[in-house]
């Protein structure tokens, strides 16, 4: 016959079980969290792939018609090349482009046509169906959009008729099985399509294509700047996939751990408080045993550790939540603000690291810089840029902070008179993980997360910066225009 089980033992298999049942619990709650997070992040994520994607095209549309218009001999060579790099770009079934005179708003049947599947031909059939039915809409220099049917096909006629001069029109036309997916590829073919009016009429009246009419030096430096901000976009959104799993595989084993840890400290000082108690016995046996096993630095020195240790999770976790922050997670709604405001709550944040040594100098814009977007993301951008400028600054120094409202944007410098950066520090200040800070002081990824946040705002940034003399960033956001 057995012997009964002692009932100590039993209460604390029942206490583990309890402790464990809890762990679970817990885990089990924070998977189903950080899953339906990562499920959004996921979403997002394949959202900015779509959109970095969209930008390369643009920017490799852009830099091959850029070269078209370079290298192109005669006016009818130009057309023909920038019509087909377009109808390529839209992955249009056809696309046709002339210069015709003002009296006549139709193509003339005998315009070259280019075609997805037989390139360059004829086809008049085809150029007398959009004739017949430009004919029947309203005239207007804006791009247009209309349902078309040509040989049972059901297309999108994409349709620009816009004056060149007083006596002719740029008359182009492309056929696509859908509209374009943006409304911001317009944009990219209206910047295409000015610099070939510009060409065209510096060609009619002999004017240089270098001079201020045609600016190729003002375009290429457009593109580079584009080039370099893709790339960052690519690198972020490749890293945005990496840290949602990234989050996932780390946070379930963290929460786990972290629950266990407090667990321990909670038994620790139950311990420690029976030691004490324990110690204040004076027999010379428990004194002898506590001296033997020095109780009094292990129960000592053991709280450190599982403190140190709770510390060492906390900034795993924080790591964590900066690689979320890629996914742009957090306010779940775009709305309208002032991006001034913004800026003066960031400097209130940050107001801690800057009132005793720096001379702040703000100049912001009388009128209200209205953005559309997330607000408090946008603060995280300048706050971070705020301390950071006070640290490039340990002894003191100025910081001005402007805004300014051009047409349609907003452009806001921050500079500041600090240690300055050189070149290969800039080239890698929105790398993930790059800080110059000791180890220990910094994740690195307050600034690409920065960038990140920016460039969800369809805004840019630039970096100027001189070792021992001060750094200047300048963003430039679009305006937001309320219908």
């Known amino acids: 016959m057995s012997e ?39 979403q997002e994520l394949q959202e900015a792939l779509a959109q970095s994607e969209q930008k390369r095209q643009e920017l490799a549309f852009l830099a091959r018609s850029t070269g078209a218009l370079t290298l192109s001999e005669n006016n009818e060579s130009l057309l023909g090349n920038v019509c087909q790099l377009t109808s390529e770009f839209l992955h249009a079934d ?46 207007n220099n804006d791009w247009q959009d209309f349902p078309f049917s040509y040989q049972e096909q059901l297309y999108r006629l994409i349709l620009r008729h ?77 890293l945005g996939q990496l840290a949602a799993g990234v989050a996932h595989e780390i946070n379930n084993p963290v929460g786990f751990v972290r629950s266990n840890m407090e667990s321990l400290n909670h038994y620790l000082k139950d311990l420690t408080a029976f030691a004490k108690a324990l110690g204040a016995y004076e027999n010379v046996q428990i004194q002898s045993l506590f001296a033997q096993y020095d109780v009094e630095y292990l129960l000592e020195d053991t709280a ?75 603060q995280q951008v300048f706050i971070n840029m705020f301390v950071n400028a006070a640290q490039a600054m340990p002894n003191g120094g100025d910081l001005e902070i402007n805004s300014r409202i051009l047409k349609d944007s907003v452009v806001v410098t921050i500079r500041d008179t600090g240690c300055g950066m050189d070149k290969v520090t800039q080239d890698k200040l929105f790398n993930p993980f790059f800080t110059t ?22 805004g840019h940034v630039e970096i100027d910066s001189e070792v021992g003399i001060g750094t200047t960033f300048t963003l430039t956001f679009p305006l937001h225009h309320p219908n």
């Open 4 to 42: 009964p089980v002692d009932s100590d033992i039993i209460a604390m298999l029942e206490r583990r079980l309890a402790r464990e049942k809890k762990a679970r619990e817990e885990a089990e709650s924070l998977l189903i969290a950080k899953s339906r997070e990562i499920y959004q992040a996921n």
């Open 94 to 139: 056809y696309g046709i482009a002339a210069v015709q005179i003002k009296s006549c708003h139709a193509f003339d049947i005998h315009t070259p046509v280019f075609g997805a599947k037989k390139k360059w031909h004829d086809n008049p059939q085809l150029l007398t169906s959009i004739n017949q039915f430009v004919e029947k809409i309203p005239q």
């Open 162 to 238: 816009k004056p060149l001069d007083s006596g002719s029109y740029i008359l182009v036309c492309f056929l696509l099985k859908k509209s374009p997916a943006s409304s911001e590829i317009y944009s990219i073919l209206t910047i295409m399509f000015r610099q070939l009016k510009n060409l065209l009429l510096a060609r009619k009246f002999g004017v240089s294509s270098n001079s201020q009419t045609f600016d190729y030096g003002k375009l290429q430096a457009q593109l580079k700047r584009a080039r370099v901000q893709l790339e960052q976009s690519e690198k972020m959104a490749s």
């Open 304 to 378: 450190d550790i599982v403190t140190s240790n709770l510390g060492g999770l906390d900034r795993i976790s924080e790591i964590v939540q900066g690689l979320k922050s890629f996914s742009h997670q957090g306010e779940a709604q775009n709305l309208p603000f002032d991006l001034n405001k913004i800026i003066q709550s960031a400097l209130s944040v940050a107001n801690n690291e800057l009132k005793y040594k720096h001379n702040v100098i703000t100049q912001l814009s009388e009128q209200p810089a209205n953005l559309f977007g997330k607000a408090g993301q946008l």
């Open 437 to 458: 800070k000791p180890v220990g002081e910094g994740t690195g990824l307050g600034m690409s997360i920065s960038y990140s946040i920016i460039e969800g705002h369809q």
